[in-house]
């Protein structure tokens, strides 16, 4: 299973590099500080250009479990969403709320900007060492229930590894059965 319908919008499961991904905004796994970094987020500003790393710096930053728009640069996207998850601290200190918060808000937020389809990384599950298991869960729910009050056509979540993709699809696979 890489794909399910929940309601007007699709969710889709690749394996691969968001950067080159073919949507209206993908969304970037950011330090509170947008300062860029490794992971995810360096491979945006990288592929993306300075204009993303300029824009960041005007905003300042952002707290965790919300969400903020600059330009995609070089991307083919038009839009970059950057969000900040959660660091794992055990469960108990309110990170899968931070969580859900970071895939609502960067919707609500690529929504306001026109955006009709979106591309997710696996936030939080880098040097954040959320469980990716976990996350998956979290992600799946957050945007499944996000998407009904939004006018979005796609959500993709990208994953890097076959490992990744393997916890993205038995995440899914109960969905479809609802």
């Known amino acids: 299973m890489t794909e399910l319908n929940v309601g007007k919008t699709r969710l889709t ?7 080159v991904q073919q949507v209206d905004a993908i969304v970037n796994a950011a330090n509170a ?13 990288r592929a993306g250009g300075p204009d993303i790393m300029a824009e960041c710096r005007r905003i300042g930053g952002c707290p965790t479990g919300q969400a903020v728009r600059t330009t995609a640069g070089r991307l083919p996207a038009d839009h970059v969403i950057h969000t900040v998850g959660p660091v794992w601290s055990g469960g108990d200190a309110g990170e899968p709320d931070l969580l ?4 609502r808000r960067s919707l609500q937020v690529a929504a306001d900007h026109g955006a009709r389809t979106v591309a997710f990384p696996s936030i939080s599950t880098g ?10 869960e979290t992600a799946l729910d957050a945007v499944s229930t996000a998407v009904a009050n939004l006018d979005i056509d796609e959500v993709r979540f990208v994953v890097f590894g076959d490992d990744d993709l393997e916890i993205y699809r038995q995440a899914l696979q109960p969905r479809a059965s609802q």
């Open 127 to 136: 040097v954040y060492g959320y469980p990716k298991d976990l996350a998956a």
């Open 100 to 103: 859900a918060s970071a895939y």
């Open 33 to 45: 500080a947008l300062r860029g970094g490794g992971g995810v987020d360096g491979a945006i500003h």
């Open 13 to 19: 499961l690749v394996q691969g590099d968001i950067t």
